[in-house]
């Protein structure tokens, strides 16, 4: 997992420039559909509610970059977002639901960013690939919220579900470089770890670094 994100952005901005989240519409958590389901909102109380939620879910981003995910409160998450104290209990009537949205989210927009490079077209993948990661690991504070959150799913199968569309990812990725299903395996469950590796390094592996070591898992 892991891309850079422009924390500290503009409250409400998108500071991902990644496609697709799994967030709703602008009601409470599991009410209708959003343009990431791919409905487009005209209705501008939607939109608004839309763009609302979007700040939120990124909100607590930040407050998980900033103070972990036991810092996350309704009134610190709205307050981070710029908004009244109540519109976080109005979107996400838990804790829980705005860190699983948090999660759900991040991760999937993750995936989505692997299967563009892999989808994309033809050059240099590996290169490609190691300066994203670069760039994820220059960007600790939130990938650091990124592993944090994860955590909360290896201990709660039923969040797994955005985890497994990352592990797909990955292969699909891996895929374009070799029909080893060894290695395609072996490429998924060793990115994680490589980006961890670099979370705690003193100082973090360069692209240069990053595509010796996908040169090795992909040749």
Request: glycine share 10%.
């Amino acid at each position: 997992m892991g891309a850079p994100s422009g924390a500290g952005a503009p409250t409400g901005a998108s500071a991902l420039s990644r496609a697709g989240a799994s967030a709703g519409a602008g009601a409470p958590s599991g009410a209708g559909k959003s343009v990431a389901e791919g409905v487009p909102i005209t209705d501008g109380r939607r939109l608004k509610g839309e763009r609302r939620r979007r700040a939120l879910i990124e909100a607590t981003l930040r407050v998980v970059e900033r103070d972990g995910a036991s810092g996350v409160t309704h009134r610190t998450v709205a307050r981070e977002a710029g908004l009244p104290s109540t519109a976080s209990t109005y979107y996400f009537d838990s804790i829980d639901a705005l860190l699983n949205e948090a999660l759900a989210t991040s991760t999937n927009e993750d995936a989505d960013r692997i299967v563009a490079l892999a989808e994309g077209p033809d050059g240099n993948r590996h290169r490609a690939l190691a300066a994203l990661m670069a760039e994820c690991v220059a960007d600790r504070g939130r990938l650091h919220a990124e592993f944090e959150l994860c955590l909360r799913a290896a201990r709660r199968p039923e969040l797994r579900g955005p985890n497994r569309r990352w592990a797909e990812a990955l292969r699909t990725f891996a895929r374009r470089l070799t029909d080893d299903p060894l290695r395609v395996d072996l490429f998924a469950h060793a990115y994680d770890g490589l980006l961890l590796q670099g979370l705690l390094a003193d100082e973090p592996p360069t692209a240069d670094a990053y595509e010796k070591m996908l040169r090795q898992l992909l040749p």
